[in-house]
């Protein structure tokens, strides 16, 4: 943000409230936890899947009813357990019965009904709106999404989600800092994820007008993610290539003045 801030000064203490005396007024934007929706997995086919399970599917499905009343319909029904749907047609993950991934082998629930956005499928929605249209990443996206039981899914995240043991150095010493010892967890590359981004009118110091609506924040905010932040780093391990995310502003046909 301090490329931005050199510009922006102005706008960024709008959007997330003063550097100093904070205590004046809050910031417009606020942030949900991002929720995980796409969570890769080694495959012995296709070389990996994103997996995706019907719980998370239906809290993606009351997202989207938040910000503009679209719906996700066609929720599959829970696969039993070492079952496994496919979201479209086909997939280069599988074959005619069952795929495997890691070292599991699940069996293909047979169904036509796909889950959709609006008209379109819910797969080809994900890939025109996270990848270059014709790329490798826009093909697969469209082909390679399987459905797994919600216990199966947590299974996976649980177990495939990197732990890592570290410990911290005495700057003084050279040496292990006692007492320092600390785990951070890290996402595979290629996980999806979402959040939504809400707004209120600008908030000013008491007894002041507030001029700027929630619409104008977004806008800022919108503005400044395309220009500058289309890729970025978050979080304190910057020198060990960890928290690079891609960002995609998915913007409500119908912005309400409360949130977007």
């Given at each position: 943000?301090?490329?931005?801030?050199?510009?922006?000064?102005?706008?960024?203490?709008?959007?997330?409230?003063?550097?100093?005396?904070?205590?004046?007024?809050?910031?417009?934007?606020?942030?949900?936890?991002?929720?995980?929706?796409?969570?890769?997995?080694?495959?012995?086919?296709?070389?990996?899947?994103?997996?995706?399970?019907?719980?998370?599917?239906?809290?993606?499905?009351?997202?989207?009813?938040?910000?503009?009343?679209?719906?996700?319909?066609?929720?599959?029904?829970?696969?039993?357990?070492?079952?496994?749907?496919?979201?479209?047609?086909?997939?280069?993950?599988?074959?005619?019965?069952?795929?495997?991934?890691?070292?599991?082998?699940?069996?293909?629930?047979?169904?036509?009904?796909?889950?959709?956005?609006?008209?379109?499928?819910?797969?080809?929605?994900?890939?025109?709106?996270?990848?270059?249209?014709?790329?490798?990443?826009?093909?697969?996206?469209?082909?390679?999404?399987?459905?797994?039981?919600?216990?199966?899914?947590?299974?996976?995240?649980?177990?495939?989600?990197?732990?890592?043991?570290?410990?911290?150095?005495?700057?003084?010493?050279?040496?292990?800092?006692?007492?320092?010892?600390?785990?951070?967890?890290?996402?595979?590359?290629?996980?999806?994820?979402?959040?939504?981004?809400?707004?209120?009118?600008?908030?000013?110091?008491?007894?002041?007008?507030?001029?700027?609506?929630?619409?104008?924040?977004?806008?800022?905010?919108?503005?400044?993610?395309?220009?500058?932040?289309?890729?970025?780093?978050?979080?304190?391990?910057a020198t060990l290539g960890k928290g690079l995310l891609r960002t995609k502003i998915v913007s409500?046909?119908?912005?309400?003045?409360?949130?977007?």
């Amino acid at each position: 943000m301090e490329k931005v801030g050199k510009t922006n000064k102005a706008n960024i203490i709008k959007a997330f409230g003063p550097e100093e005396n904070g205590d004046e007024h809050a910031g417009a934007l606020g942030f949900t936890d991002s929720r995980l929706l796409l969570f890769p997995v080694k495959s012995m086919k296709g070389v990996f899947a994103w997996i995706t399970c019907p719980k998370a599917l239906q809290q993606l499905s009351n997202d989207l009813k938040l910000t503009d009343n679209t719906e996700l319909t066609n929720i599959p029904s829970n696969p039993e357990g070492g079952k496994a749907k496919l979201l479209a047609d086909r997939s280069d993950c599988s074959t005619r019965s069952n795929l495997i991934l890691e070292e599991y082998t699940f069996g293909i629930e047979a169904g036509t009904e796909y889950p959709k956005v609006g008209n379109e499928s819910l797969a080809k929605w994900l890939a025109d709106l996270l990848f270059v249209k014709d790329s490798y990443w826009h093909s697969k996206a469209q082909k390679d999404i399987i459905l797994l039981s919600d216990d199966d899914f947590k299974d996976f995240v649980n177990l495939s989600t990197e732990v890592i043991t570290r410990i911290k150095i005495n700057q003084a010493t050279g040496t292990v800092q006692k007492g320092a010892l600390f785990t951070e967890e890290y996402l595979p590359a290629e996980s999806v994820l979402y959040s939504l981004v809400l707004a209120s009118p600008e908030f000013v110091k008491k007894g002041e007008n507030r001029p700027e609506k929630a619409d104008a924040i977004i806008s800022f905010f919108e503005k400044t993610v395309k220009e500058n932040l289309a890729v970025f780093q978050l979080g304190g391990n910057a020198t060990l290539g960890k928290g690079l995310l891609r960002t995609k502003i998915v913007s409500p046909s119908k912005q309400q003045e409360s949130n977007a």
